[in-house]
Each structure stands twice: as structure tokens, then as C-alpha cells.
């Protein structure tokens, strides 16, 4: 038997030690990774996630979020949620008390206030403060790969140099946080919450929202998910391969691996990271750019172990 342990991608480190203690106390997986998720998104200073959250480019912070149950395969997302916090909590009431697994926008804040949700106001002063210093930022060397962008943006937005921000932004970047576990009962659950892509262009959706993209797992083979460019895990369903590939034989580092070259293939510098397990408690990441880490801890951890995933080079 496995005995029970969750982990994380960056942002979740300092917060495993809450799923741990559910654990513990022979709680769930689901409710393990729904506390974890929730204590991230509550932290101003994580600009990638819940409250804090860097806004669009029309200055909305906006979030989404999915869990699953590797024991029903039942799963619950939102997605471009401006009103509440909790996004994972809301997801989970998706999955348990709706027919439906994705809500979106108004609909999903609908449901949200139905079901007793509070009303949360995500911009930060900090962000605020960014998003304002962005729209002074205007540089008027635009390259043509940003013009068919530009029909999307308000015309006082058409200007910007969306490549120089972004690498501006780049030391601040946080982003999406991963939480996975396995309990006493050896379930698995998955958990993915975001507040997506900075400066997003309005409407846009990630991957970590999306059951198979970002965010999949199954008692029989394990558990996957992402963080990095959303728009690529989408195109490859990278989650669900991952899952696939463990069925198939492979080690969750091996299948982590074998994404990452997918992704390798289609584009030539991509930023994509996904962590696994399998359902022998063996985990695995892999970066397409990056010495990716990833954070541990089980029964008997007294403190986060940090681990290390494969850089998969072109
Ligand atoms: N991976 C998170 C996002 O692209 O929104």
C-alpha cells in the first residue's frame, strides 16, 4: 500500500503541509488538494493565482480552476470567474452538486451565488499598480506577429509591445499552482487554479480549466498536470497523455518526457512544465525550458521535499 502524499508544482510549497494534515487525519485526496489550492489563492503576493491575480488587458482579474476524482473520473471546472476567490471550491461544487463539469463566466457566477459563494474583489493595489504602469508603458515598435492581435484590443491597447512587457514581467511570474494526492483509501485527486497568462487578452481561457489539458487523473494509472503556456497543453491534451502513456507502461518521469517532446514538436521555443504520479506513488516532471522542481511530502515528511524533474531539450 502507498502511503498517502500529495504534491506540487511552484506556489504550492509552502502550503502542502495543510493537504498533509488532512491526510493525516485519514481525510480525503479531494479535500487534501481543495484546502492546499484555497490557502494559494489567498495570497496577495502570488500574482499568478486567486486573490493578487495580474489582470487582462482589460484590467480584469479573471480565474480558473478544475479538480478530479480518480476514483469516478468525476470532475468539476470554472472558468473566467471576476467575482470570487475560491475558484477550486467552486469547481468542486461543479463536479458534486451540478450535472455539468464546465461553468463559465456569468453562468458560473450565477452558480457561485446560489450555492452561498462571497463576492471577492481580486485586483490588488500591487496589481492595479502594474496593470496601470503597463498601459503607460506604450512602445510603439510593434512587430507584425502582433498584428492580427490587434482587431481583439481596444484601441487604445493597439500599441503595446506585449513581447518587451512580458520580459519585464517575467521575474514576478508565479502562475498557475498543481496540487495532486493520494489518500489512506489510495484515491487520487488533481487540482489546477490560475488566474492564467498576464495581461491575457479578454475572454481567453488556459488549460487549467480544461479536464484532459491541464488537469486529469485516474485511480487505475495516476495523476498529471501542468503549468506554463495553456494554449499548448490544450493543443496536445497533455494531462490525459501523460495518464495514457503511465497506462501504457511508461514511468511518470518517462511519460512526462514524452509530452514535453510533443510540445517540442510544434513549437519552436515553448514554456510548458507537467508533473505525475503514478498509482505506485512514483512521481516524475518534465520542462520543456526550465530545471523544473516540484514539491513532496508524505505520511512521515517533516518537511517539504523538493524534487527534481527532467529539462527535456530540443
Ligand atoms: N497554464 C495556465 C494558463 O495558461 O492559463
Known sequence: MVKPFLMGSDSAENYLDIGLKI???KGTALDA???TCRAVESNPDDHGVGLGGIPNLAGEVTLD???MCGRTLGAGSVAHIK???????????VMDDSPHVLLVGDGAELFAEYNGFKKT???TPYAEEFYNAFKEKRLHELGPEYDQDKGY???DEQDYDTGTWFNLLEPHMRGTVNVMAM???QNIATAVTTSGT???LPGRVGDSPIIGAGNYCDNRYGAACCTGTGELAIRNGTARAVVAYMKMGMGPTEACEESMKEIQEIVEIPTMNVIAFNRDGETGGASTYREILYYYMDHDSVKVENRKGAWVKK
Open 33 to 35: 488538494i481543495e484546502q
Open 153 to 155: 484590443l481596444r484601441e
Open 23 to 25: 491526510l493525516r487525519e
Open 198 to 200: 498576464y495581461l491575457k
Open 83 to 93: 467575482n470570487y476567490l475560491h475558484v477550486i471550491t467552486l469547481a468542486r461544487k
Open 183 to 185: 489518500d489512506i483509501n
Open 121 to 123: 474583489k481580486l485586483l
Open 65 to 67: 480552476a478544475s479538480i
